[in-house]
């Protein structure tokens, strides 16, 4: 494959990460010890590649064990009462807790708009066979919204 058409830089990486993390989550109520690896996979291949993990996957992954936590079955989910509403996952596995403050609103970093560059996205070409990349920078976003509701 020629570098034109390989799309955005670091989608071998993603996709791997997207097939372990499946099977991780697949196989956390089946083997304890296989998700825990394949979790440790997809943390590792984001770390050598530099690349950023959702903040709802990484939630979803122990931090000590790496394994995938399901409410129930690998993950027990309770809410603290303290000054603030606290929500702890505690891991089944290794007893790992984390804690996270209940604040509706809250927003990650990454739904800020000020956080996002470029967007990419993969179109199919009709004049040619394959995907072609197009390259959107948020500010022309912006203005296609603005003037789409006038």
Same mark, same amino acid.
């Given at each position: 494959?020629?570098?034109?058409?390989?799309?955005?830089?670091?989608?071998?990486?993603?996709? =791997?990460?997207?097939?372990?993390?499946?099977?991780?989550? *697949?196989?956390? !109520?089946?083997? %304890?010890?296989? #998700? /825990?690896?394949?979790?440790?996979?997809?943390?590792?291949?984001?770390?050598?590649?530099?690349?950023?993990?959702?903040?709802?996957?990484? =939630?979803?992954?122990?931090?000590?064990?790496?394994?995938? *936590?399901?409410? !129930?079955?690998? %993950?027990?989910? #309770? /809410?603290?009462?303290?000054?603030?509403?606290?929500?702890?996952?505690?891991?089944?596995?290794?007893?790992?807790?984390?804690?996270?403050?209940?604040?509706?609103?809250?927003?990650?970093?990454?739904?800020?708009?000020?956080?996002?560059?470029?967007?990419? #996205?993969?179109?199919?070409?009709?004049?040619?066979?394959?995907?072609?990349?197009?390259?959107?920078?948020?500010?022309?976003?912006?203005?296609?919204?603005?003037?789409?509701?006038?």
């Amino acid at each position: 494959m020629s570098s034109k058409n390989k799309g955005f830089q670091g989608k071998d990486s993603f996709s =791997r990460m997207n097939f372990l993390y499946q099977a991780s989550m *697949l196989m956390a !109520g089946k083997s %304890a010890t296989l #998700s /825990a690896y394949y979790g440790n996979l997809c943390k590792t291949i984001g770390k050598k590649s530099v690349l950023r993990i959702d903040p709802n996957i990484k =939630r979803s992954l122990c931090k000590k064990c790496h394994m995938a *936590l399901k409410p !129930g079955v690998t %993950a027990e989910i #309770s /809410a603290l009462d303290c000054k603030d509403e606290i929500l702890s996952i505690k891991c089944l596995k290794c007893n790992h807790s984390k804690n996270f403050p209940i604040n509706s609103e809250y927003k990650f970093w990454l739904e800020n708009p000020d956080s996002k560059a470029e967007v990419c #996205s993969l179109e199919k070409d009709n004049h040619k066979k394959g995907a072609k990349r197009k390259k959107t920078k948020v500010e022309d976003v912006s203005v296609v919204h603005e003037t789409s509701q006038q």
